[in-house]
C-alpha cells in the first residue's frame, strides 16, 4: 500500500520551523491503535509533559520534588488532575504552547473522553495554549460536547494534487529501482487511474 | 556555533580506524558546553534529554561513550510510559515536499497559527475520513 505521512506531521514540522514566536513550545502526540490500551489520558498528557521537560530545565526542578515526594508514597504515578495542574503550570512560564493530538478518533471511548475533558481544562487554564486535532468525522459530536466552542474546522479530503504527486514520485522511484517496464504511456495511464481511486475520496 | 561534523558519532568506537580529522572535530563539539546535539535545523541541550557524552582518543581512535542520566530517565518514565518521539519518526519515515501545503495556506490555520492570544479561536480540528491525509495518505 502506498503511504505517506500526513497532515499532523506537516504542522508539526511546519511549526518548528516557522513558529513566529520565541519561547514556544511545540508538544505532540500521535494516537497509535496498536498500542490502544496505554493511550490513557493521563499517559499521553504525560507524553506531552515530557516535551516541555526537555525544553525547560527550570521545570525540571519542579518536577523532581513531586517525583521526590512520590517516591516516598512507593512511586506511585501522578493522578490526571495532578498531572494537568502542574502541566499547565509548567506551560504557564512561556509565551505559547502548541499541543497536537492526532488521531484522537483510535482511543478507546472512556480514554478519549478522558482526554477530551482534559485538553478543554488545558485550554480553559492557560490562555497561552493552541490546539490542534485530528480525527475521522464520526465521532464529531463529541468534540461539540466536549469544547465549549467546536473551534476552527478544517475538513480534510484526499488531495487530487497530492494523490498525483505522491504517485508520480512513487513511480519515479520505482523505475530507478527497477529500470524497464515502467513506460511512459503506463505512467500516464496510473496517473489517470490511481487517483481517483484512493481510500481517502 | 558551527554545525557538528557529519559522520555516525554513535557508531565511532575503538574498533573503527579513525577517520583523517574527523576525531578532533567530534571531540572539539561534543566537549563544548552542554554537550549541544544537532537536530531539525536547531540546537538541543543533550543534558535536557538526560544524555551525557564523553570523548577520549587513544592511539588515534575515537572513543565515546553515550549515558543516560539515571533520574532524568527515570522522571520522565515515570510521567509517562509513552515516547514522544517514537512514533513521530515512523511517521516520517516517508516525506514529499509538497504534499499536504494546502492545508498550511487555509486561513483557519494561518490565524490559528499566528493569532494574538485572546483574539483567536485556540482550537484547531481537522476532520477526514480514514485515508485522506490526516496521519497517513494512502
Not at chain 2, 561534543?30 to 582518543?57: K, T, V
Amino acid at each position: 500500500m502506498l503511504t505517506s505521512n500526513g497532515i499532523s506531521a506537516l504542522v508539526r514540522d511546519t511549526l518548528c520551523r516557522q513558529s513566529p514566536l520565541k519561547n514556544t513550545v511545540i508538544l505532540c502526540h500521535y494516537c497509535d491503535y496498536q498500542v490502544q490500551k496505554e493511550q490513557s489520558a493521563v499517559n499521553i498528557i504525560g507524553s506531552l509533559f515530557r516535551q516541555v521537560n526537555w525544553k525547560l530545565p527550570v521545570i525540571q526542578s519542579e518536577i523532581r520534588r513531586v517525583f521526590n515526594e512520590s517516591k516516598k508514597r512507593s512511586g506511585k504515578s501522578l493522578q490526571l488532575t495532578d498531572m494537568i495542574q502542574l502541566f499547565v503550570q509548567a506551560i504557564s512560564s512561556i509565551r505559547r504552547a502548541y499541543i497536537c493530538v492526532d488521531a484522537v478518533d483510535v482511543l478507546l471511548p472512556e480514554d478519549r473522553s478522558e482526554l477530551l475533558r482534559a485538553l478543554q481544562r488545558i485550554i480553559q487554564e492557560a490562555p497561552n495554549a493552541r490546539l490542534f486535532l485530528t480525527t475521522r468525522p464520526h465521532i464529531r459530536p463529541e468534540f461539540v460536547k466536549h469544547f465549549a466552542k467546536e473551534g476552527c474546522v478544517i475538513d480534510v479530503v484526499a488531495d487530487q494534487g497530492d494523490i498525483a504527486s505522491y504517485v508520480s514520485i512513487k513511480i519515479e522511484y520505482s523505475k530507478h529501482q527497477c529500470p524497464g517496464p515502467v513506460t511512459e504511456n503506463l505512467k500516464d495511464d496510473i496517473m489517470k487511474i490511481v487517483p481517483g481511486q484512493a481510500l481517502g475520496t | 556555533m558551527s554545525a557538528p561534523p557529519t559522520g555516525d558519532v554513535g557508531s565511532s568506537g575503538s574498533d573503527n580506524p579513525r577517520p583523517d580529522g574527523m576525531s578532533n572535530t567530534l571531540t572539539t563539539w561534543i566537549q563544548s558546553p552542554n554537550y549541544p546535539l544537532w537536530r531539525n535545523g536547531s540546537f538541543w541541550n543533550a543534558a535536557d534529554f538526560g544524555i551525557s557524552i564523553c570523548c577520549s582518543l587513544s592511539a588515534g581512535y575515537a572513543n565515546i561513550k553515550v549515558g543516560i542520566y539515571e533520574e532524568s530517565s527515570r522522571i520522565q518514565a515515570w510521567l509517562s510510559p509513552l515516547s514522544p518521539g517514537r512514533r513521530y519518526q515512523e511517521l516520517c519515515w516517508s516525506r514529499f515536499g509538497g504534499i499536504g501545503d494546502w492545508v498550511l495556506q487555509k486561513n483557519e490555520f494561518q490565524t490559528w497559527c499566528k493569532g494574538e492570544d485572546g483574539s483567536v479561536d485556540p482550537i484547531l480540528l481537522c476532520y477526514g475520513d480514514r485515508g485522506a491525509g490526516k496521519t497517513y495518505l494512502r
